[in-house]
């Protein structure tokens, strides 16, 4: 009799077992959802914890992946400080944005956000290195880039990459691209005509962007074009911040419209 009541004891927990497993567990799908609503809320880092409890789950989930390249992506931008440790902190997260850009791309090469993912994390990544690494990730940035633009012709993200891309290699001149050319092997060509066009297509498809505007301006200080420049940095401050990065962006605006101040000044 006692060995029928603990038989039946061990069955009806079993029971309770089996029950409760699918409640209790949350599902990959569910923990991205969660990601996704701290998103919203402008908190990154418990995103990104979200997402990170989701891949554990779908080690090979696509969005899953290219959400937790961005999420490392934004942790880092968002971080303050100065110091050997805070660079070393940042760069290590911006090395694990590479790395899940490159898995989510592995996943599904069709799909624009893994390729653009890859872009921002070598972007970032290199600018911490030395000239000849920069110089070899440029080709790489600017095809993950192109194929970006070339899946989802409205990734105003994408674009934007392409306008600083293009800002960027015009930004080496002359004679610093021959002598670079010399030591580093062949540079890429960029062109302040092409960062114009492309960052105003980015607004063109996303208007409420601070960080559009901003790139713009700065592409408009390069181009000579101050008052045009002086529009788009008051616009970052005009628009109502709409990312946990805005209020950065909004900073950085400002900045902008002093050093045109101080030009104008001189200039006088």
């Not at 699918?22 to 997402?51: C, H, I, M, N």
């Not at 303050?80 to 590479?98: C, H, L, P, R, S």
């Not at 921002?120 to 290199?126: D, E, F, S, W």
Request: include cysteine; aromatic fraction near 10%; hydrophobic fraction near 40%.
């Amino acid at each position: 009799m006692p060995g029928k009541c603990l038989k039946a004891i061990l069955l009806l927990v079993t029971g309770f077992s089996l029950l409760a497993g699918p409640v209790l567990a949350q599902t990959a799908e569910e923990f991205l959802r969660s990601g996704d609503e701290y998103y919203a809320k402008w908190e990154d880092q418990k995103a990104l914890e979200e997402y990170l409890k989701a891949l554990e789950i779908e080690p090979k989930n696509y969005e899953v992946l290219w959400k937790v390249s961005r999420g490392y992506l934004d942790v880092a931008d968002l971080m303050t400080g100065t110091g050997k440790e805070i660079e070393k902190q940042k760069y290590d997260m911006y090395v694990k944005a590479e790395r899940y850009a490159r898995q989510a791309m592995a996943v599904n090469p069709n799909n624009t956000w893994g390729h653009f993912y890859l872009s921002a994390a070598l972007g970032k990544k290199v600018l911490m290195l030395g000239k000849k690494e920069q110089i070899d990730a440029s080709k790489e940035v600017k095809t993950a880039v192109d194929k970006a633009i070339e899946l989802d012709p409205n990734n105003d993200l994408a674009y934007h990459a392409l306008g600083r891309w293009h800002r960027r290699m015009a930004e080496i001149g002359g004679a610093k691209r021959a002598l670079g050319s010399l030591i580093y092997g062949s540079i890429p060509k960029g062109s302040f005509d092409e960062s114009e066009k492309w960052l105003k297509k980015a607004i063109e498809l996303k208007p409420d962007y601070i960080n559009h505007h901003l790139e713009l301006g700065r592409t408009y200080v390069a181009l000579k074009k101050y008052d045009l420049a002086s529009q788009e940095f008051n616009k970052c401050l005009e628009l109502p911040e709409a990312s946990a990065k805005d209020k950065q962006y909004k900073e950085e605006a400002r900045s902008e419209l002093a050093a045109l101040a101080r030009k104008g000044t001189k200039d006088e």
